[in-house]
């Protein structure tokens, strides 16, 4: 599984962006595609993760009401739709995938990884 992820940049406090992470590989519809973050100095924090069937989502407190997490299987391409950002929402963000079925909140869970995609939330 190869992931692609794109849709950062910046945006004010209060703001929308959306991140999109395609990935390759006929297994994308068994896999558990997960968003993590990293700002500077700090380590990487579990952000969504959503089921391979799209039934099962879980999201990180700091971001439960404000992001949604989606997949379109047909596009094999997960989403993160963030809303209300705040600045400490700057962060580089980064999808994973993995196969062994269930959702994990460790970044050691997860097998596969994109590059990252930067978001910068202005005050």
């Known amino acids: 599984v190869q992931l692609q992820a794109s849709g950062g940049g910046l945006a004010q406090a209060g703001g929308s962006l959306r991140l999109s992470c395609a990935a390759s590989g006929r297994t994308f519809s068994s896999a558990v595609m997960a968003w993590f973050r990293q700002a500077p100095v700090k380590e990487r924090e579990f952000v969504a993760a959503i089921s391979g069937s799209g039934a099962g989502k879980s999201y990180a407190g700091s971001v439960e009401g404000r992001f949604t997490i989606s997949r379109d299987n047909d596009k094999n391409t997960v989403y993160l739709q963030m809303n209300s950002l705040k600045p400490e929402d700057t962060a580089v963000y980064y999808c994973?995938?993995?196969?062994?079925?269930?959702?994990?909140?460790?970044?050691?869970?997860?097998?596969?990884w994109g590059q990252g995609t930067l978001v910068t939330v202005s005050s």
């Open positions: 994973a995938a993995d196969l062994k079925g269930s959702i994990g909140y460790s970044a050691t869970w997860y097998r596969y």
